[in-house]
């Protein structure tokens, strides 16, 4: 067993819950915009973009920040500027989003022509 690695402890766990709180309040009020059903979304063509290109574009995947552990968008759904703010926040305090082609969440996969 390989002793160099830590599980991350429940301080860490609890500090990034934490922090996530104040901006999830900011979220708390988001109404998603589906464009496609989900079904239509994930078979549909897509292209690989930079996130920061991606508010106003369909998403093609499920994008799921740890902690909490709760979807914040899914295929189909429009992108908007709060969800790539509330993602990058994951990021930055020691979290993680699963469900993302790109684990680095640099890129994203969206609906191929969607704007």
Same mark, same amino acid.
């Given at each position: /067993?390989?002793?160099?690695?830590?599980?991350?402890?429940? /301080? !860490?766990?609890?500090?990034?819950?934490?922090?996530?709180?104040? !901006?999830?309040?900011?979220?708390?009020?988001?109404?998603?915009?589906? *464009? @496609?059903?989900?079904?239509?979304?994930?078979?549909?063509?897509?292209?690989?973009?930079? @996130?920061?290109?991606?508010?106003? /574009?369909?998403?093609? +995947?499920? @994008?799921?920040?740890?902690?909490?552990?709760?979807?914040?968008?899914?295929? $189909?759904?429009?992108?908007?500027?709060?969800?790539? +703010?509330?993602?990058?926040?994951?990021? *930055?305090?020691? $979290? *993680?989003?699963?469900?993302?082609?790109?684990?680095?969440?640099?890129?994203? @996969?969206?609906?191929? $022509?969607?704007?």
């Amino acid at each position: /067993r390989d002793s160099s690695h830590k599980p991350t402890d429940k /301080r !860490s766990i609890n500090a990034i819950t934490s922090s996530q709180s104040t !901006s999830n309040k900011q979220h708390q009020q988001y109404q998603p915009e589906a *464009a @496609l059903s989900p079904r239509d979304a994930f078979y549909a063509d897509s292209e690989c973009i930079e @996130l920061a290109d991606a508010a106003g /574009r369909v998403s093609a +995947e499920l @994008l799921c920040p740890y902690p909490p552990g709760v979807p914040v968008l899914f295929p $189909g759904e429009v992108i908007t500027a709060g969800v790539i +703010e509330q993602l990058q926040d994951t990021l *930055a305090q020691g $979290g *993680a989003v699963t469900g993302a082609h790109d684990s680095s969440l640099k890129t994203v @996969l969206v609906v191929a $022509g969607s704007s």
